[in-house]
């Protein structure tokens, strides 16, 4: 897939089908979208092409109000990528560029630099200044302009009536819900960063961990223990993950640290890897010494076993592993 960083970099087009939108997390909402963007552009045997926006809008007109993304640039460009788009329009969102009129917008980017034959969006889709073009805007504008707006409807949870949305995934998210998370997703939830040395303790009790630096990572689900896996350099590894500040020891920066089932041999520092969470396991808690930790350890990998489908790892013994730390 291309990526056009602005208007400058797009090369001569005879034609394009586009769709519009931040495309965080790229839940169900947004592949529907995406894909019937790709089967309309291949109907018409022209160019796929996602336009979205960085900085995230809500940075630039209310910083106060800003969350950390559920995806960073490069997940949303990687996902843009693995549902068929051709191309990517990244456009710096600015104050200037926000006070073009809805018709100002299309007629610049959709008509005189795209080449839209058609525009592909969800039926809460807004552009313009003050987000004051909308789906009846687009079908008049596309009628002058001479390119079909088509509106996709209907983009709901088929069990709840819910509509498929960021805000949703995030609601699930906040409470360790990941089961709900994927589902709207389509796809577990993940993370995505570097492996960072932490305080060894893992390593000293029998379980290493993988700690990942959480600077612009994502959200991170509500403090816990997880299931689900590590994939690092392509290979996809079983993993209880642990979210939270590690009460028993008396933590204050909250870590996500994923230990690999039966891996003691993992060097994985200075590593980009991802971690995608499957099942919610228990709560954070504090215990009252390293016999009962260490029990719950060894469950917790147990039940992360089972709940993947995989072989029950063998218990480690921490006094040899430890020194090997």
């Known amino acids: 897939m291309q990526v056009w960083h602005g208007p400058e970099e797009v090369p001569p087009l005879t034609g394009s089908v586009v769709t519009l939108g931040m495309f965080a997390g790229m839940h169900r909402g947004h592949q529907a979208v995406v894909s019937r963007t790709r089967e309309l552009a291949h109907r018409l045997g ?6 979205t926006f960085t900085p995230h809008p ?11 993304q559920l995806t960073s640039l490069g997940q949303r460009l990687a996902a843009l990528e693995s549902f068929g788009m051709d191309a990517t329009l990244l456009v710096t969102y600015t104050l200037p560029f926000s006070r073009l009129s809805p018709e100002q917008f299309v007629t610049e980017y959709f008509v005189d630099l795209l080449h839209a ?39 709901l949870d088929p069990e709840t009536g819910r509509r498929w949305s960021s805000t949703w995934v995030r609601e699930a998210l906040a409470g360790g819900d990941v089961a709900t998370a994927a589902r709207v997703l389509g796809r577990p939830h993940l993370v995505r960063g570097e492996v960072v040395h932490g305080a060894r303790r893992g390593r000293q009790l029998g379980y290493p961990t993988a ?9 991170v689900p509500a403090d816990g223990v997880y299931a689900g896996w590590l994939t690092d350099g392509g290979v996809r590894y079983p993993a209880a993950i642990s979210v939270g500040t590690n009460p028993t020891f008396d933590g204050e920066k909250r870590s996500v640290e994923a230990h690999v089932l039966g891996r003691h041999d993992l060097d994985l ?12 396991i228990r709560p954070m808690l504090t215990f009252g010494g390293i016999e009962p930790l260490l029990m719950q350890m060894a469950d917790d990998v147990q039940r992360t076993a089972d709940l993947l489908g995989v072989p029950h790892p063998a218990v480690p013994h921490p006094a040899r592993t430890a020194d090997r730390a």
Do not use: Q
């Open 46 to 51: 022209v160019p796929a092409v996602a336009m």
């Open 211 to 219: 700690n990942l630096d959480t600077d612009d990572i994502g959200v």
């Open 269 to 280: 520092y200075d590593h980009v890897v991802t971690v995608e969470f499957t099942h919610w």
């Open 117 to 155: 034959r058609a525009v592909v969006v969800g039926e809460d889709a807004r552009f313009g200044a003050g987000n004051s073009g909308d789906e009846h805007t687009l079908r008049e504008l596309g009628r002058h302009h001479g390119f079909e707006a088509v509106v996709l409807r209907d983009l």
């Open 58 to 68: 809500l940075l630039v007109h209310h910083p106060e109000r800003y969350h950390i």
